[in-house]
């Protein structure tokens, strides 16, 4: 006799799910069409229909613990396919962002980044911090040229800075670990350090983007956005390093290499959010997919590079009546970011470069054959 299985549904992830991807949930009648026209979808990981269907019983333990979640690129392929417009990539996108709140540690921020109604609060959070950093008495240097250390000190910035960023290695390490808990608990076994190498030199090249019906304005903008946002990461640990150790000055000259690099990068993202916003925005079936989180994440990133160019600009213009206001601006959109990136869609790159490392053992065996139309593109490449 089979063995009964007991399911207690999560009530709150059918809520959440069905709320987020636009209330579609339950108009799946798991007709497979969506696994057909996926073109990462395998016979081992036949996405997304699994999925949706875990999401309407409410299934969140086995949704945690499943890779899939995380190998859909979210093209929209398969919800243009859905006869019953059930829109499974929205689906999928939904149950992601609801595994990043129940792996957020600690958990009570995975809640408040991750609610429409508490979209704000991280960006008034920053810019008291800020503000209470600008207000305190410290010695300020009057001359000219104007710096913007004369209104935030840098020896509270770059503590400040490093005491967050240790912060969110630490939340980003809690919520990796359980991650890969909740993959050895799902039966996904592979190696994980082993395929780290392979998998992020795929991801650089975006492989798995070209091979989705997603397009290349997509495939750019996300490729644009990951080089800029790595690059001026670098820069920003490099520069703070730096600074600390007394090595460098800021501000760093502008036609300083460094600087040069930098201002490269912060170019490579705005006009990588550019396109991943015209993207949405022309397509409709992205649009209508589109959840808060999207939009905050892809706004927050975009406001992050316009307000970088123009505090420069200013600066170099020695324009005293706005180039604090903008760089305070800017600095507040900054720290927003940092905080955010252990609960916000900013995440993704984490959890999926995990899953893609504990199956891509799967993905290399010769049998495996991919369901999807176009899924030759990958098993050959
Ligand atoms: S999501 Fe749509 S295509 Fe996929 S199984 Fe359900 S009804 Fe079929
Ligand atoms: S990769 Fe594209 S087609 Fe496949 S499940 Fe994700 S959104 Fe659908």
Redesign the pocket.
Known sequence: MADALMLRPDRELIREVTQNSGGELKKCFQCAT??S?????TEARP??RQQVLKAQWGMTDQLIGDPSIW?????????ARCPRGAR??AV?DAIRMATIRRLAFPRFMGNMVGRQENGAIMFVLSALILLAIAILPAIRSEVRPLVFAQMFPKDRLEPLFFAVSAYVVLALTIGALRFVKALRASGADGPILPALVPVLIEIIRHRRFAS???GHVRRWGHLLVLSGFLGLALMGTTVGIGSLLGLMDTPIPTLNPLKIFANLCALLLVIGVSLLFWNRITNPEKRAGSSYCDWYFLALVGSVGLTGFLSEMLRLAQNPDWMFSVYYIHLSLVLTLFLCTPYSKFVHFLYRTLAMAATWRENQSPGQALV?ARGSEITSA
């Open positions: 969506c696994s026209v996926c073109s990462l979808s996405f997304p190998l859909c690129h979210d093209c929209g392929d398969c919800t499974p990539s999928m989705c019906g997603a999807g």
